[in-house]
């Protein structure tokens, strides 16, 4: 079972913006870097950002360098992922988990995720 509850998500016109949150349960979120995936029908979870425990980020996909944000607040035990500048190609589901890389193939925590779909 997932420590991890994402939200946020919904219907967005191109060019909106959402903020995601990803909450983890009791104090695990202090001692790991945190990514944010999405993933498309069909295909794997492709990685879109790290946050490290100290809040250092990475940020995978060049065409959402400068429109997505990743942040923490380990008071909250919350990471963020902000989103603006919304494309249609942005649609997907959303998910966090406690590791980080371009791409998940294989991962057996995912929670459910939140879907985000951007549409005119």
């Known amino acids: 079972q997932s420590q991890f509850v994402e939200s946020g998500g919904g219907l967005v016109q191109p060019g909106g913006s959402l903020k995601l949150s990803c909450e983890a349960s009791?104090?695990?979120?202090?001692?790991?870097?945190v990514g944010w995936f999405r993933q498309v029908p069909g295909k794997d979870h492709e990685g879109v950002s790290c946050?490290?425990?100290?809040?250092?980020?990475?940020y995978y996909i060049d065409s959402l360098k400068g429109r997505f944000t990743t942040s923490r607040d380990n008071a909250k035990n919350t990471v963020y992922l902000q989103m603006s500048g919304l494309k249609p190609e942005d649609t997907a589901r959303y998910f966090c988990?406690?590791?980080?890389?371009?791409?998940?193939?294989?991962?057996?925590?995912w929670g459910q995720g939140t879907q985000v779909t951007v549409s005119p």
């Open positions: 988990a406690a590791l980080c890389g371009p791409i998940v193939r294989s991962y057996g925590g």
């Open positions: 009791g104090s695990l979120l202090n001692h790991y870097a």
């Open positions: 946050i490290t425990n100290r809040g250092g980020t990475t």
